[in-house]
């Protein structure tokens, strides 16, 4: 059997196997680096002409595989290939101890946004920081959310200025990728089902003679946008607030600059953090009824242990309520958790952590916590990446180059 082996073009720790055979049939193909065969990719159907990928390498490295007929254990031989070298101007963290959290996936997904030379990129590392795959862009992206199915990732990328020529873009782990237009989306995006998202979508409104922006959040698919599920027009009051001298909007005051979604398939409703009111929204999906507003001017919650938040990113639902990276002041940013009572309207502060070396980025940042009370964090602007143990001490650090900006950190288990 003779198996053809390529590097993908774009992403050099990709490698793509062909072959055929004489008749249909459906193969695995095994395959590790080194001579361990500790992984398995299988076609989904019978043919005569194959093609797999191999994915979650690492550089410069070599790959042993082998084609095994399905249901068979007759030998098909060991072949070696080797994967391509990493672009010399990737950026890449430089690991100033590795992750020794066990909850990890073992793999991050997180993205790195260069303010110098206006590129992002997606990385996959595994817990020493080495990279595993990645994707480049020119713009910017903020969120990076890797597929429920965990065959690639999602995000909008930020074309210009004026947010008119952004996208959102969805991108395989083989290297296939495709780009929708959704001008004025931006920041992040939640998944409703396979191929069905939504995203904050700016809109503009003249009060007092002032251009001002507020978000809508939309559905999106291949095809383009989709339905209006809410508008902060609608639902909430305009206040000024810091966005009104931020300049972030071309010719605009930027109002609630939404940085952050979560979807609840099972409520089927949509959390949302929105930045300069200093407030998260919790919308239906269906109806787009504002369930309820957490902090700023809407707030409809009290604090019985006085312990508020803000101006903060990244919501993520916990079994208790909500767990937020909340960016504070100049005296370091922190990750906080809140128990919501959603009857007596009351939010009440169950757990907060910062670095004993305190960390303040003014932008970006997210946090995962897990069973044992360890976390995983992203510290925006600082270009830190924190693994804390359940006691709160380190468990890992990455650290980005000067000039780089990291996004969003996620697990991922494994590589589809």
Partial sequence: ??????????????????????TAVAQSVSFGEGDVYDRVVTEAS???????????????????????AAGSSEDRGDAVARTGALPRDLHTFEVVSPMTNANLGPYVVTSLLTYVDETSTVLVVDASGAV??????????????PTRDGTGVVFVVDH???????????????????????????????????????VPVS???????????GDQFVEIDADGFGRVIWD???????VRNNGWTSGIIPGAEDWTHTNGLAYDPVADTIVASLYFPEEVVKVERATGATDWVLGGTDNTFTFPNGAQFGPQHAPELTASGLRLFDNYDMSG???????????????????????????????????HRYDDGSALSAWGLTGDV???????????????????????????AAFR
Avoid at 1 to 22: C, E, K, R
Avoid at 135 to 145: C, M, P
Avoid at 179 to 184: I, M
């Fill in 333 to 367: 940013s922190r990750v906080v958790e809140l128990a919501l009572d959603e009857s007596a309207l009351t939010a009440t502060q169950t757990w907060s952590w910062g670095p004993t070396t305190p960390l303040w980025t003014p932008i970006l940042g997210d946090v």
């Fill in 46 to 68: 019978a043919s005569t002409t194959h093609a797999v990928s191999l994915t979650g390498l690492h550089a410069d490295t070599d790959v042993h595989y082998q084609v095994d």
């Fill in 160 to 198: 210009s200025a004026d947010r008119t020529q952004n996208t959102l873009d969805r991108v395989w782990f083989d290297g296939r990728a495709t780009e929708t237009p959704a001008p004025w989306a931006h920041h992040d995006v939640a998944e409703v089902s396979d191929g069905l998202w939504v």
């Fill in 232 to 238: 902060a027009f609608d639902a909430l009051t305009v």
């Fill in 132 to 145: 595993v795959w990645y994707w480049r862009v020119t713009g910017g992206i903020d969120s990076v959310r």
């Fill in 1 to 22: 059997m003779s198996v053809t082996a390529t590097v993908d073009p774009t992403i050099a720790t990709v490698l793509h196997l062909s072959w055929t055979t004489p």
């Fill in 386 to 412: 924190l693994a804390v143990d359940g006691a709160g001490g380190s468990a890992g650090e990455w650290l980005a180059g000067a000039g780089d900006v990291v996004g969003q950190v996620s697990d991922l």
């Fill in 203 to 213: 809109t503009f409104l003249t009060i007092d003679s002032e251009n001002v922006a």
